[in-house]
């Protein structure tokens, strides 16, 4: 499992919901029973049977994921990644050029 160390934009808003949510979010086996239970009644009806269906698959994927030991971490923000160039530096050298170009 590899792990990033930067977040995406407005990554870090969401993170901070979720982190107080504390181990129903962060431990994958209430989620997988969350979803599980969610489904029961999504399978009673015969409108919302492919709904059903996606939310057991997504049950049993966070099944997978907790037997594999895995878990959400939190990516801190960090402001100096989302800082832009707003002036491009003209360059010092003017590019190398073959013989062929120069005649």
Not at 10 to 32: D, E, I, M, T
Not at 33 to 49: M, R
Not at 58 to 84: C, D, G, P, Q, V
């Amino acid at each position: 499992m590899t792990h990033t160390n930067h977040s995406r934009p407005y990554q870090h808003l969401v993170g901070n919901l979720l982190s107080k949510l504390g181990l129903f979010y962060a431990n994958y086996l209430p989620r997988s029973i969350f979803y599980f239970l969610l489904s029961i009644p999504c399978l009673l009806s015969l409108s919302t049977i492919l709904p059903g269906i996606n939310l057991l698959i997504t049950a049993a994927l966070y099944l997978i994921s907790f037997l594999r030991k895995e878990s959400w971490i939190k990516i801190e923000h960090k402001e100096e990644m989302y800082k832009r160039i707003t002036v491009l530096q003209a360059p010092e050298r003017p590019p190398p050029r073959t013989l062929s170009e120069l005649n």
